[in-house]
């Protein structure tokens, strides 16, 4: 039975091909200045936007897009502050709006920081949780 939801959870991810073409190489380390961001990016942003298939975030913006911009939010370097503020606080869709109990204005801006960062200084692509790999192929690695 839990081998069967496993591949019916998979199926989906077929049509996403295109999306892991055209990742970026992202390898390395994380510029230490970065790496709050990164950290609240993993916590509260990699397991719908993470670079991997049946995620909601990167299956809408695949969907939305069609391949213009990288479908994972950690690959764009077209988002800037206002525009990451304004949906972090307001949502969208399936994304929910956070309050500043849960991201406050200091981790936001270290988001921000992070999402708009060159992409060769963000480094590796943050690491998704144990239960969000378990369901992905390659462990969600892209
Ligand atoms: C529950 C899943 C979920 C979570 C968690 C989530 N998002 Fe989203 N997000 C979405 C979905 C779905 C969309 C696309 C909606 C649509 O189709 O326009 C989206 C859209 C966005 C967009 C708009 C991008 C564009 O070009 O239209 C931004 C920016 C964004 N999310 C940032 C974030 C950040 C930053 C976080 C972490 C703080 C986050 N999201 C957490 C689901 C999520």
């Known amino acids: 039975m839990k081998a069967f939801l496993i591949a019916a959870a998979l199926a989906p991810a077929l ?3 295109s999306a892991a073409a ?3 190489v992202r390898t390395g380390p994380t510029a230490p200045e970065l790496a709050p961001g990164r950290q609240v990016y993993a916590q509260w942003c990699a397991p719908c936007h993470a670079a ?11 969907a939305k897009y069609q391949g213009e911009v990288p479908a994972a939010l ?9 525009v ?9 869709a399936w994304m929910p709006p956070f309050r500043r109990t849960e991201i ?4 936001l801006a270290a988001l ?14 943050a690491p ?3 239960d969000e790999m378990a369901v992905l192929p390659q462990g969600g690695r892209p």
Not at 74 to 82: C, F, G, K, N, Q
Not at 104 to 107: K, L, W
Not at 112 to 125: I, K, M, N, V
């Open 128 to 130: 998704l949780l144990a």
């Open 84 to 92: 990451i503020a304004h949906f972090v606080r307001n949502g969208v």
């Open 104 to 107: 406050s204005d200091a981790d």
């Open 15 to 17: 049509a996403l091909g």
């Open 112 to 125: 921000s920081a992070y999402l708009t960062a060159p992409l060769e200084r963000r480094g590796a692509h």
């Open 22 to 24: 055209q990742q970026s």
């Open 52 to 62: 991997g298939p049946r995620l909601a975030g990167t299956m809408s913006l695949q």
């Open 74 to 82: 950690e690959d764009r370097t077209d988002l800037s502050a206002p």
